[in-house]
């Protein structure tokens, strides 16, 4: 059996290991293909995970937002491109930020128009046009964060994944 970890300054991938009560050895049987010492140096920050390593993480942990970490905070591209997600657990409090965001959307949708307009961007529209990007991916993480709910909430089996995935398919 392991030791326990007395280390404070834990990452993601730690953490989330040992609050499924998992020693390596046992996480390495889980996950398939990454041995103990292997799992030491990603948690202990002398290698970096990779790709399928964060995948079969994210899913056999039950930990979907193992991946969006991944992206948003070590992968060189998804560093620019992937805002991080945090996770929450209040599907209402979820509900009420998108409706807000589009709400706030509505409001600059006329600004949008007038800017658009004439085809070009001018200057004193600058400014405009960033706040309309800003509540655009405002949107886009609010989004976000409600599908990694739901990918949580299909990996642990609280929503049905046969039936989700038919629906998904009859749209």
Same mark, same amino acid.
């Given at each position: *059996?392991? $030791?326990?970890?007395?280390?404070?300054?834990?990452?993601?991938?730690?953490?989330? $290991?040992?609050?499924?009560?998992?020693? $390596?050895?046992?996480?390495?049987?889980?996950?398939?293909?990454?041995? =103990?010492?292997?799992?030491?140096?990603?948690?202990?920050?002398? =290698?970096?995970?990779?790709?399928?390593?964060?995948?079969? *993480?994210?899913?056999?942990?039950?930990?979907?937002?193992?991946?969006?970490?991944?992206?948003?905070?070590?992968?060189?591209?998804?560093?620019?491109? !992937?805002?991080?997600?945090?996770?929450?657990?209040?599907?209402?409090?979820? !509900?009420?930020?998108?409706?807000?965001?589009?709400?706030?959307?509505?409001?600059?949708?006329?600004?949008?128009?007038?800017?658009?307009?004439?085809?070009?961007?001018?200057?004193?529209?600058? =400014?405009?046009?960033?706040?309309?990007?800003?509540?655009?991916? $405002?949107?886009?993480?609010?989004?976000?964060?409600?599908?990694?709910? !739901?990918?949580?909430?299909?990996?642990?089996?609280?929503?049905?994944?046969?039936?989700?995935?038919?629906?998904?398919?009859?749209?």
């Amino acid at each position: *059996m392991g $030791r326990k970890s007395t280390k404070t300054n834990k990452n993601i991938y730690q953490t989330t $290991r040992e609050a499924l009560g998992l020693t $390596r050895e046992e996480a390495s049987e889980l996950l398939g293909f990454v041995s =103990a010492d292997r799992i030491e140096k990603i948690e202990s920050g002398k =290698a970096t995970a990779h790709p399928d390593e964060v995948r079969v *993480m994210s899913e056999k942990y039950n930990s979907p937002s193992l991946c969006n970490y991944y992206c948003s905070r070590e992968c060189a591209i998804g560093e620019k491109y !992937v805002p991080e997600i945090k996770e929450k657990e209040n599907f209402p409090q979820i !509900v009420l930020e998108i409706l807000s965001s589009l709400n706030s959307l509505e409001k600059s949708r006329n600004v949008l128009i007038d800017i658009s307009a004439d085809g070009e961007i001018q200057d004193h529209e600058i =400014a405009d046009l960033i706040a309309i990007q800003d509540e655009l991916e $405002r949107i886009s993480i609010t989004v976000e964060t409600l599908q990694l709910w !739901v990918e949580k909430r299909l990996s642990s089996g609280e929503i049905n994944r046969e039936q989700y995935e038919r629906f998904k398919k009859e749209q």
